[in-house]
């Protein structure tokens, strides 16, 4: 019954955070300071990307990458901002199924290791029972050849 419900929550979760990435966007457009250290990391993107593109195609890589202006630079890190947070999330909520899926394994496994335990323990009072019956017949089987002989040695003096 857990299984299905975090499932769902962290599917809930991944969709829930969508609009917040769109609200850190907009934030990232608005803030002035913020604003200024977005454009740094969307110039450096859209240089590695550029640089990226150039060589899967067979361009040359030595040229000079134009600078995106500042309203593109801001949307392009507005982005990568909101991808980032959605990645973020999802990395996250893959990271809690994992390990969630790890402890479940591991009590599996403990049950397991119990269960064998009982089993061994079992086969232990087993055998203890065996070797006690085992010893009780052989002194049954000599105190019936005692009777025995005695008996026969009787009836032999008769």
Same mark, same amino acid.
């Given at each position: 019954?857990?299984?299905?419900?975090?499932?769902?929550?962290?599917?809930a979760l991944r969709t829930l955070s969508k609009p917040i990435a769109s609200r850190l966007k907009k934030e990232a457009a608005i803030n002035p300071k913020?604003?200024?250290?977005?454009?740094?990391?969307?110039?450096?993107?859209? &240089?590695?990307?550029?640089?990226? /593109?150039?060589?899967?195609?067979?361009?040359?890589? +030595?040229?000079? *990458?134009?600078?995106?202006? !500042?309203?593109?630079?801001?949307?392009?890190?507005?982005?990568?901002?909101?991808?980032?947070?959605?990645?973020?999330?999802?990395?996250?909520?893959?990271?809690?199924?994992?390990?969630?899926?790890?402890?479940?394994?591991?009590? &599996?496994?403990?049950?397991?290791? /119990?269960?064998?335990?009982?089993?061994?323990?079992? +086969?232990?009072? *087993?055998?203890?029972?065996? !070797?006690?019956?085992?010893?009780?017949?052989?002194?049954?089987?000599?105190?019936?050849?005692?009777?025995?002989?005695?008996?026969?040695?009787?009836?032999?003096?008769?």
């Amino acid at each position: 019954m857990s299984l299905p419900l975090m499932k769902l929550g962290t599917l809930a979760l991944r969709t829930l955070s969508k609009p917040i990435a769109s609200r850190l966007k907009k934030e990232a457009a608005i803030n002035p300071k913020f604003r200024t250290s977005i454009i740094g990391i969307a110039q450096a993107n859209h &240089r590695l990307t550029t640089t990226l /593109q150039r060589r899967i195609y067979g361009h040359a890589t +030595d040229v000079e *990458i134009r600078p995106l202006n !500042e309203e593109r630079a801001v949307q392009v890190a507005g982005d990568l901002i909101g991808e980032l947070f959605v990645f973020t999330v999802a990395c996250g909520a893959l990271i809690f199924e994992v390990q969630r899926s790890a402890r479940s394994e591991a009590k &599996r496994e403990e049950i397991r290791k /119990q269960e064998i335990e009982i089993m061994r323990q079992r +086969d232990e009072d *087993i055998a203890k029972q065996m !070797e006690f019956l085992m010893k009780k017949l052989e002194e049954l089987e000599k105190a019936i050849k005692g009777k025995t002989l005695t008996s026969s040695q009787t009836n032999y003096v008769k």
